[in-house]
């Protein structure tokens, strides 16, 4: 069964350095969105993105964040200069273009990155 | 504005008794529910969706949920819980135009055996 995959499982990093966090969504997916889980907190919606752009994103998603889909396959998030409150656990999701109403669809998640600033 | 409330942070049963995790929505809008679950070490997996059509809906694992409009809610249960049930559960909620996903803050179930 086809899946989202994300890299790596584990994540530590230094304050102020930049991550990249990768995903790989199901092939035929058009969709795709990054959330993140702060550890005890609820799963909140980053970003989405649809046909080479941003559709939407949440006020968390600020100028220190970027998404990218650079070939066919993957789909990255980048934090440019991390801050200790970005420790987190990040979910990539993907769902398809072919229900109707499209946004009816359900999105299919990935295993998560947990990133860890120190 | 978009936003389900879950009931309760942890919820215990012994195996074989019934399960019910319990879920309230709000939404300005028809909405789109799930139910997705967590096991350690493993991405949100879809349990089942209400859409619009009817209103008992039937997952996976022996898992149903009855979408009350009157009540706002939209309550998980399975007859028969099963050790491999142990896990997190999430109620997310999405209506409007967007595509946005907005969870609850999850319930973990514990199967006693």
């Known amino acids: 069964e086809p899946e989202v995959t994300q890299t790596p499982s584990h994540q530590v990093t230094q304050m102020g350095q930049e991550v990249i966090l990768r995903c790989v969504p199901i092939?035929?997916?058009?969709?795709f969105y990054w959330y993140r889980q702060i550890l005890g907190q609820k799963v909140e919606f980053l970003v989405s993105?649809?046909?080479?752009?941003?559709?939407?994103k949440s006020e968390i998603f600020d100028d220190q964040f970027s998404v990218e889909r650079p070939d066919g396959s993957n789909f990255t998030l980048k934090i440019r200069s991390t801050k200790l409150e970005d420790s987190a656990m990040y979910f990539c999701?993907?769902?398809?273009?072919?229900?109707?109403?499209?946004?009816?669809?359900?999105?299919?998640f990935g295993p998560g990155t947990r990133l860890t600033v120190l | 504005a978009q936003s389900v409330t879950q009931l309760d942070s942890h919820v215990s049963v012994s195996e074989g008794t019934p399960v019910l995790l319990r879920c309230n929505y709000s939404s300005s809008y028809s909405p789109s529910l799930f139910w997705y679950v967590q096991h350690p070490n493993k991405g949100l997996q879809l349990l089942l969706k209400y859409t619009s059509a009817a209103t008992l809906v039937k997952g996976i694992n022996g898992f149903e949920a009855e979408f009350k409009k009157s009540e706002t809610s939209f309550h998980l249960t399975k007859p028969s819980a099963h050790m491999s049930d142990a896990a997190e559960y999430f109620c997310v909620v999405r209506g409007g135009t967007g595509n946005q996903f907005y969870f609850g803050t999850g319930t973990s179930l514990t199967v006693i055996p």
């Open positions: 993105f649809y046909n080479n752009e941003i559709s939407e």
């Open positions: 999701a993907s769902s398809d273009g072919s229900g109707r109403p499209l946004n009816r669809n359900e999105q299919f």
């Open positions: 092939s035929n997916h058009l969709y």
